[in-house]
């Protein structure tokens, strides 16, 4: 058994098991042995019969006293099982699982670990896991046990035997890709007892050490990748060179704040450098990070080059379109929208204006990277709300121009040392400024009684004039407990009447999609019930009320990109989340939406709440997911990767160098070539 191999030459795995790790995205054994515990149980304190605390999960040994009995009682299947200790005797019952009768010897010595009840002033024990003494080390009791992430039909026992038996029969190295200068600086422990104990830790130091080592390695990696992606696009001496243009021809109604004018100057400054940009500007929901877009594409358009820019759904795309063509056509230039919603034929004819050159500005989803597309002279890309896209998605875009310069946006805030960290491979622009005239949104957060009270302040924001969003989790009621798009648009439709109220929901079609998105920009009705397909991006700045039914179910920053949705004009503008729960945290979490409309803050404590998860976007192509670290917890560690990724490579042998280089090139999709350090 190899690491390579798949996970069905493992013992008792076959077809049907295979396909149960596969939902875990477990495919081979390597894989099997990097699925790290979410958890541990102490299980090590072995405890005597009359020690055992009714209430209480206790590990304790003893022998089998007699056969263990099937038994019917009351239509219930149960298996009942006698043992001993020097302390007394205690009664062990499973149910539904006859098979037992047949696993346990008299006489034979087992460790137990289960919940102890106090059934009529006996004690006994229900359904505990069991481990024979005398079957080699333990695995599942008498000691620290991990705890993992399962799915229906793996337990936790079947999971924890087989990752032991796969460590102590592997039959190739788990090989140190760290080099030996780096584990040595950093103590880090080798990476085969880190694996082993952190499935299974001899103590509780041993663990700690154990993790530090597969955080470092785990981040470290990640870190340097996007380090090598920087210094690859960094090191190309022949990126184009923009000349200044008088960006006054655009006639903006309005002056760039600071923020902005220094953002502008960073990727002018970029533009004319004779190397590739490839920067990041990330600013608040409403700091103007479209316009910045808007201008360096001009910029771009002047100097001879087609710019693309790339959206994640066909309604932002939409929404970018109009907005540039709305200037761009006054200034002769051509403007296409590229979506694949679009028929063969106006693809077809979209694809000749842009090879020809015709087309100037593209503006599309992912239908931009497909093969069918080939540009004439790309020079500039942008990727708003980059991320929904992968560092492989960008890279895909790029390589249809020669050396492009390279914007992403996003109006997800980041902590600025977090962002220089995460995005190693961009340099990074914040728009810290709000334009004037944008306001704060009140945001009340109040449970379901006061729905009355909501709906008769939809019908006075509507009599003004205004529109309303509301927000569900759900489209069509699947989860009773939550509010569907579908039933609660009836439901409104009528008790709002004579408003007019519509959907909108991400299993729609496309066209659809965009002609309720029309209708709504233009004020042909006063309600929309919307999923977060509406989440980024969505410009109407008529809409003045945004509700959000079931707030708990959002993250606090998905719930701050909602509330972005209004407040996008002069027009005093409300949030109110509205949620029944009942549990102190989720409450914690939505009273700091009502505190503050800082994006930084609120990201910030989305984090530490959340943890990474795909919170940042790492959950790409093209960059490794994390298995194992949390950026926010594990900061120090963090810190000492940024410090260990710039290594002296003359204190590394050759092998050490091809073997690190292979690494990073399997983790960016690069064929493997040590040019690249």
């Not at 980041?414 to 962002?419: N, Q, S, V, Y």
């Amino acid at each position: 058994m190899f690491l390579d191999d798949p996970i069905s030459k493992i013992k008792n795995i076959g077809e049907k098991r295979a396909l149960l790790f596969s939902k875990l995205n477990i495919f081979t054994v390597r894989g099997l042995i990097e699925y790290y515990p979410r958890d541990y149980e102490d299980r090590g304190n072995i405890k005597k019969i009359d020690e055992l605390i009714a209430g209480e999960s206790n590990a304790f040994i003893g022998k089998v006293v007699s056969p263990a009995e099937n038994l019917l009682i009351n239509g219930k299947k149960i298996t009942k099982l006698i043992f001993k200790d020097e302390a007394g005797k205690l009664e062990i019952i499973w149910f539904n699982m006859f098979f037992l009768k047949n696993v346990f010897v008299k006489g034979q010595e087992y460790i137990f670990y289960g919940k102890v009840t106090d059934k009529f002033g006996r004690l006994r024990v229900e359904s505990p896991e069991y481990e024979l003494v005398s079957g080699g080390g333990l695995v599942n009791a008498g000691r620290i046990v991990p705890v993992y992430s399962l799915t229906h039909g793996l337990s936790q026992k079947f999971l924890r035997t087989t990752i032991n038996y796969v460590l102590e029969n592997i039959e190739d190295d788990i090989a140190d890709v760290m080099p030996n200068y780096i584990r040595e600086r950093y103590s880090l422990m080798d990476k085969k007892p880190a694996i082993t104990n952190i499935h299974f830790p001899e103590s509780e130091s041993a663990f700690f050490k154990a993790r530090g080592r597969l955080v470092f390695e785990e981040l470290f990696f990640m870190q340097a990748s996007l380090i090598k992606l920087k210094g690859y696009i960094k090191n190309r001496v022949d990126g184009l060179v923009f000349k200044e243009v008088d960006i006054s021809t655009l006639d903006l109604p309005f002056a760039l704040t600071n923020a902005q004018e220094r953002a502008l100057a960073e990727i002018i400054s970029d533009e004319k450098s004779g190397y590739a940009m490839n920067r990041l500007v990330q600013g608040d929901v409403g700091s103007g990070k479209t316009v910045i877009a808007l201008i360096s594409a001009y910029v771009a358009i002047k100097n001879g080059y087609q710019v693309c820019l790339m959206a994640p759904t066909e309604v932002l795309a939409n929404q970018h379109f109009i907005y540039f063509k709305g200037y761009f056509d006054k200034l002769g230039i051509k403007t296409e929208l590229l979506v694949g919603s679009l028929t063969k034929r106006q693809k077809n004819s979209i694809y000749f204006n842009i090879e020809s050159g015709f087309t100037k500005m593209i503006i599309g989803t992912h239908a931009i990277i497909q093969s069918g597309v080939r540009m004439k002279n790309l020079g500039y890309v942008i990727t708003d709300e980059q991320h929904r896209f992968g560092v492989g998605q960008r890279r895909d875009l790029t390589l249809k121009g020669n050396n492009p310069h390279v914007l992403v946006m996003t109006a997800t805030p980041i902590p600025r040392t977090l962002a220089l960290i995460l995005y190693g491979d961009l340099d990074i622009s914040i728009i810290d400024e709000m334009p004037p005239g944008r306001q704060n949104i009140d945001t009340f957060f109040v449970t379901g009684k006061y729905l009355p009270r909501v709906h008769n302040f939809i019908r006075e924001e509507a009599e003004k004039g205004r529109q309303i969003y509301i927000i569900c989790p759900s489209i069509d009621g699947e989860n009773e407990q939550l509010k569907s798009v579908l039933s609660y648009t009836e439901v409104l439709a009528k008790e709002l009447s004579p408003l007019k109220v519509n959907c909108l929901h991400g299993k729609m079609k496309q066209d659809e999609k965009n002609l309720i998105m029309d209708g709504f920009s233009k004020n042909l009705f006063s309600v929309l019930v919307s999923t977060t397909v509406i989440e980024v991006g969505i410009n109407v700045k008529n809409a003045t009320l945004i509700i959000i039914e079931n707030a708990e179910r959002f993250g606090l920053s998905q719930l701050h990109q909602l509330r972005g949705r209004v407040g996008r004009d002069s027009h005093k503008s409300y949030c109110i989340l509205i949620s029944d729960t009942k549990n102190k945290y989720s409450k914690q979490r939505l009273q700091m939406m009502v505190q503050t409309n800082d994006g930084f803050a609120i990201s910030e404590m989305d984090l530490k709440l959340r943890g990474p998860g795909e919170f940042f976007g790492l959950k790409q192509h093209g960059i490794q997911e994390l298995k194992i670290a949390n950026i926010y917890k594990d900061m120090e560690i963090l810190k000492l990767v940024s410090e260990a990724v710039n290594i002296d490579y003359s204190l590394l042998s050759n092998e050490e160098i091809v073997r690190l280089d292979n690494e990073l090139c399997k983790i960016l999709d690069y064929e493997s070539n040590s040019v690249f350090l």
